[in-house]
């Protein structure tokens, strides 16, 4: 039972250690970046358009969702007749989900899909779901840069609070890949894991404000959108982008905790785990 005990006290102990894991990281930044620019460059290879596809991808699905909620559907707010308003509100939560799910779906099978690293015993494992969450975000960082002149044509100003977008953006990547180091782990063990991540995602997906304003949602459903962390970063992302306000430094604080939490706990599961990759494989 002690020995249980000792254990658990090393692992929260070596979970606390933030400079550590950043030491880690920054060690082998070449190696993220490299690998970072084959696997983006390799979504895009085999095509005509190769990397101009990054721009028109996202491009596209704003035009389409802006031309059927706002000209077929007219959805709009109660508050808010204008029905061009609803897709910028949409696309703010569209962008950061489809971003944070494609990392999640892809953790699930980088491990094996890169078997011959597992094999090395030098290689650091832990940047493969790093390097996941890094191609998803960009596609997340192209839609917003699009999204913009849309929110600026629909309310005719943008907001200061955009400047927080970057802050906003850093959470959840820490976030998602504290998630994908955990699920890209118990994936070795576990090789039914990515149909099981596919349904919870898309339960996940509809019990958080992608698609319709929270507000409609009646007081005792509210506690769904007080647990679920990606509802609050969505909710900043449209608070910056769209009204111009940004919640209390309390509940940034608060959010920005759970974040950093769940990277560094990801981190250390993720290190601790790697040793029997190479055994199962």
């Keep these: 039972m002690m020995r249980y005990v000792h254990s658990a006290m090393h692992f929260a102990r070596e979970a606390t250690d933030v400079p550590n894991v950043v030491r880690n990281l920054v060690r082998h930044a070449e190696l993220i970046r490299t690998m970072f620019w084959r696997d983006f460059t390799a979504r895009y290879r085999a095509s005509f358009g190769g990397l101009v596809w990054s721009v028109v991808q996202p491009l596209v699905m704003m035009a389409v969702y802006t031309l059927v909620f706002s000209t077929f559907l007219k959805v709009r707010f109660a508050t808010d007749a204008d029905p061009w308003s609803f897709p910028v509100y949409l696309l703010c939560g569209m962008l950061a989900w489809t971003s944070f799910s494609e990392s999640m779906v892809g ?18 494992l832990e940047i493969l779901p790093l390097n996941v969450t890094l191609v998803s975000t960009v596609q997340q960082i192209v839609g917003f840069i699009l999204l913009i002149p849309l929110a600026w044509v629909v309310s005719g ?6 400047l927080a977008v970057p802050f906003i953006l850093i959470l959840q990547i820490m976030f998602t890949v ?6 890209a782990s118990l994936a070795v063990y576990l090789p ?6 596919s349904l919870i995602l898309t339960a996940w997906l509809f019990l958080t404000p992608v698609f319709y304003p929270q507000d409609i949602v ?4 509210q506690f769904i959108f007080t647990i679920n962390p990606v509802a609050h970063l969505i909710n900043f992302y449209r608070g910056a982008v769209i009204t111009g306000e940004l919640p209390s430094l309390l509940h940034i604080a ?6 950093l939490v769940v990277f560094l706990l990801g981190y250390f599961w993720f290190m601790h785990t790697k040793k029997g990759f190479a055994d199962v494989l």
């Design 157 to 162: 100003h943008l907001n200061w609070t955009l």
């Design 254 to 259: 608060g959010v920005g905790l759970l974040c």
């Design 218 to 221: 009646p007081a005792w459903g």
């Design 107 to 124: 953790s699930t099978h980088v491990i094996r899909a890169n078997i011959n690293f597992v094999k090395r015993v030098v290689f650091p």
């Design 178 to 183: 504290g998630l994908c180091w955990i699920v």
């Design 192 to 197: 039914d894991l990515g149909q099981v991540i």
